[in-house]
């Protein structure tokens, strides 16, 4: 019998060939060849403080023979050596019983897509609705959009199989530490991701990978069982009693169910008005806006780098900043795209948002960022869930008017915004926004205190990455759909919604952030389904 060790902090050099690695680990286990079975990379990520000596530093979990192992020697506990147990994510297959409803999935998204992969595979026959269009007839609509035709509000980056991550750059990284994680990574793979997400410590997809891994999905969960129904919107529930017993999609078709998950996207602004109607308590949850800001990418490449920047053994840079504000305001950087293009990300007609997307490669040469700043309570006259919905709406009308009516975005340069002064003509970097921008002063779709905290934070920023504050940069409005603003209430225990038999789930119903987490949340969900269906 075999056991797992961890070990941490194995730092190789970027003369260094990866192929070592094994030589450095039995080094540090000061153990024969023979006692080593194998080991697996589990965390690879640079670190480039030093920019004179810049690392890859590794985590690997060493499978050993059994042998007893004195984790009190200095060389392993200077690489925190510890045993770990092999995660093994089981699903329970639920027997079948022909009188049982069929539980309902609404949404695609991760949490969606995951938590219907996990009814199917235990044999429930999940029902999944997606209000609009498969990811093919998507691409088409989004395409046109971005060449100028008009916004189709049923069928674009927010709405539509496959989340609005799948125009985006396909982040993975999460702060949550839950051993799903490793489950969705290698469902993820299988799928047709790249298998470095296993390990990378700012793992991605990549906008055109995921385009694959979405329809390969699609079909695995179909071959268990399940029926995915695009086109298919709830537009109503049919509640007695506090308990779901219908619902109804589409205007006059309803299902019957007595599991449905709510794994609705952020952006799914009317069906938030609806459940509202029902009678789900739902609260404000925080949430930020800002602008996305573009730069050349080889100068976040050699302020990270230095003169290392031209190693093809380094990927493009990216970088992640928080900073506080005097009045008590946490801006923070958010979705950092080291390479490809700012996106138009509106859902509805006449209000404008923005997104960053990346490909796999990050080869654009223009990297962009989101700047995000939070908005409080204290920022609106109103307790009301949905007032939060209403204040986006009303900035994004303004950016909407500001870029000329036509989803071109409000842009200025960054020496312009700083010197307050309205941007007439680009620089040194052209933008990569798709349809188009209006040069303008962003300030007049922008609160004040958003304004005045992007100008420290720029300011800020340059302190820390050499020309962040080049007077080149563009700074484009306006993004505001960084996450839910509002949150579905759930009990901690059943999972349900104050409602019988709603599971709230994801990130539009407030208990994800990210593409990891709102997948982690729709297995979480789907695991009390089935528990509650074994008993």
């Known amino acids: 019998m075999s056991i797992l060790l961890r070990l941490e902090e194995i730092k190789l050099t970027l003369q260094d060939d990866e192929k070592i690695l094994g030589d450095r680990i039995q080094k540090i286990l000061g153990m024969n060849k023979d006692d080593i079975i194998g080991y697996t990379v589990i965390k690879k990520s640079i670190d480039s403080r030093d920019k004179s000596n810049i690392l890859f530093i590794y985590s690997v979990d060493v499978e050993l023979k059994q042998k007893n192992i004195n984790l009190t020697k200095p060389n392993l506990l200077k690489h925190k050596a510890k045993y770990v147990e092999q995660f093994v994510y089981n699903i329970p297959n639920v027997p079948e019983d022909l009188s049982r409803k069929r539980p309902v999935v609404v949404g695609t998204g991760p949490a969606g897509l995951f938590a219907g992969l996990a009814l199917a595979q235990a044999g429930m026959n999940p029902i999944i609705i997606e209000r609009w269009k498969a990811l093919e007839g998507r691409l088409v609509d989004v395409g046109l959009f971005m060449k100028g035709w008009a916004l189709n509000s049923d069928s674009n980056i927010q709405f539509g199989e496959g989340w609005a991550g799948t125009f985006s750059d396909g982040k993975l990284y999460t702060l949550i530490n839950d051993p799903r994680s490793q489950y969705v990574f290698e469902k993820l793979v299988e799928a047709g ?16 990978k995921l385009k694959l891994v979405v329809r390969n999905l699609r079909k695995k969960i179909i071959s268990l069982g399940a029926d995915i129904r695009f086109s298919t919107c709830m537009t109503d529930m049919i509640i007695e009693n506090n308990v779901l017993k219908w619902i109804v999609v589409n205007g006059n078709e309803t299902i019957e169910t007595d599991k449905l998950i709510l794994a609705i996207g952020h952006s799914a602004r009317d069906t938030y008005e609806m459940v509202h109607t029902k009678w789900l308590k739902m609260v404000p949850k925080e949430f930020s806006m800002g602008v996305r800001i573009e730069h050349d990418a080889n100068m ?6 230095w003169d290392a920047c031209v190693n ?17 305001r946490t801006m923070y950087s958010f979705c950092m795209c080291p390479g490809w293009h700012v996106v138009a990300a509106s859902s509805e007609d006449g209000k404008l948002c923005i997104n960053g997307m990346s490909e796999y490669k990050h080869n654009s040469g223009i990297s962009n960022s989101a700047i995000m700043i939070p908005i409080t309570p204290a920022d609106f006259d109103s307790d009301h869930p949905l007032a939060w919905i209403e204040f986006q709406r009303k900035w994004e009308e303004k950016a909407f008017v500001l870029g000329g009516s036509n989803y071109h975005a409000p842009a200025q340069l960054v020496g312009d915004f700083l010197a307050w002064v309205p941007s007439t003509k680009l620089g ?5 926004y798709r349809p188009g921008i209006k040069l303008t002063s962003i300030e007049d779709c922008l609160p004040d205190f958003v304004t005045a905290a992007l100008k420290r934070w720029i300011r800020d920023v340059d302190k820390k990455i050499k020309w962040y504050a080049s007077p ?4 484009i409005a306006l993004e505001a759909r960084s996450s839910a603003v509002v949150r579905i209430t759930r009990d901690k225990e059943t999972l349900e919604s104050n409602i019988a038999w709603i599971y709230p789930s994801g990130e539009g119903a407030g208990y994800a952030w990210g593409i990891t987490s709102s997948a982690i949340d729709g297995l979480i969900v789907a695991e009390k389904i089935i528990e509650e269906s074994l008993k």
């Open 428 to 432: 040194s970097i052209q933008t990569t």
């Open 193 to 208: 991701a790249p298998e470095e997400i296993l390990y990378m410590a700012k793992a991605h997809v990549g906008t055109d």
């Open 300 to 305: 976040i490449n050699r302020s990270q780098y």
């Open 312 to 328: 093809p053994k380094l990927w493009t840079a990216s970088y992640k900043f928080v900073t506080h504000g005097t009045d008590t």
């Open 472 to 475: 080149d940069a563009i700074l």
